[in-house]
């Protein structure tokens, strides 16, 4: 079920919708001559898109809190940067496990629905705590073929699991501010709240259906306290604005289960057009 030379061809979709509320204490600002660059956190195009998190500070006093939902479809596998076909796995991928000589049961499709609940608040200007927690629920589709050897396909399975995952601390610490351009600094830390011992009922190549661990992409968490750090710049101008972001996950350790998920490195860039204070597109 497990077996590090494949990978998921296509990442069809990840899609969302974010509701917001933002409560303010902070002194109110009054109306002056001039334009105003500063966007306002309950703008649209003051948020990145969806899939960017800690995109924003806060000034001191305000609290956020925030629902985010995002849906994930993966589909196909490849060896490389090559697409490869069930029939061909069977066939050329060595087992790394007990059993025959090449894989029997290859993934096809996976999804994942992420529902995300978060809450900021900034002690200053400067300094923005967030904190999130997420429930994940996560469906594969397998083929399994028959026997020890041949592509005569046996029949199709789902493995789902659903729960908690890991919890995100982090803050947000400004580096450079001046009027359309901002720098700020992520600093983060993952803790392990999902599990990591989901199982579910297979279909195996001699036609049993025993209960089995699901394999690494099927758990809810890393097990690890894993460091976050990051990076990210905002720039807007009139009803335009962009940004860039790098963040990283660093895993620290061995997880009760005797392995380590591997390092992540993601950078990412977006532009946004305001149509009206409560849209935008990006």
Same mark, same amino acid.
């Given at each position: 079920?497990?077996?590090? #030379? ?7 979709? #990840? ?7 933002? =409560?303010? &204490?902070?002194?109110?600002? /009054? ?14 195009? #003051? ?9 924003? +500070? @806060? ?20 060896? !490389?940067?090559?697409?490869?076909s069930p029939e061909e ?7 790394? &496990?007990?059993?025959?000589? $090449? =894989? ?14 978060? #809450? ?33 396909? +046996?029949?199709? /399975? ?6 908690? !995952? ?5 803050? =947000?610490?400004?580096? @450079?501010?001046?009027?359309?351009h901002k720098v700020h ?9 999902? *599990? ?14 025993? $209960?089995?661990? =699901? ?6 968490? *890393? ?26 996950? +660093? ?8 392995? $380590? ?17 409560w849209i935008s597109l990006?």
């Amino acid at each position: 079920m497990k077996n590090s #030379a494949l990978r998921w061809s296509r990442s069809g979709s #990840a899609m969302g919708v974010a509701v917001t509320a933002a =409560l303010t &204490f902070s002194t109110p600002t /009054f109306a002056h001559d001039g334009v105003d660059h500063e966007p306002d956190a309950t703008n649209a195009y #003051a948020h990145a898109p969806i899939g960017v998190m800690g995109d924003h +500070l @806060h000034k001191a006093g305000e609290v956020m809190f925030s629902y985010r939902f995002m849906h994930m479809d993966m589909e196909g596998n490849r060896i !490389g940067n090559r697409s490869v076909s069930p029939e061909e796995i069977v066939t050329t991928v060595p087992n790394r &496990f007990a059993g025959p000589p $090449t =894989l029997r049961v290859v993934p096809t499709e996976m999804t994942m629905d992420m529902h995300m609940v978060g #809450a900021m608040y900034a002690p200053t200007d400067d300094i923005t705590l967030m904190l999130m927690g997420m429930y994940l629920e996560k469906e594969m589709d397998h083929i399994t073929f028959q026997g020890m050897a041949g592509t005569t396909r +046996l029949g199709t /399975f789902t493995t789902k699991s659903s729960g908690i !995952g890991d919890t995100k601390a982090a803050a =947000l610490v400004n580096l @450079h501010d001046e009027p359309g351009h901002k720098v700020h600094a992520n600093i983060g830390l993952s803790i392990p709240t999902g *599990s990591i011992t989901e199982s579910d009922s297979v279909l195996t190549p001699m036609g049993t259906r025993p $209960t089995l661990r =699901l394999p690494y992409a099927m758990q809810l968490g *890393s097990g690890t306290y894993d460091l976050e750090p990051g990076l990210t710049y905002t720039g807007y101008d009139a009803n335009w604005g962009w940004g860039a972001q790098w963040r990283s996950t +660093l895993r620290t350790g061995t997880n009760d289960e005797g392995y $380590t998920l591997g390092n992540k490195h993601q950078l990412t860039g977006w532009a946004s057009y305001q149509f009206q204070p409560w849209i935008s597109l990006s």
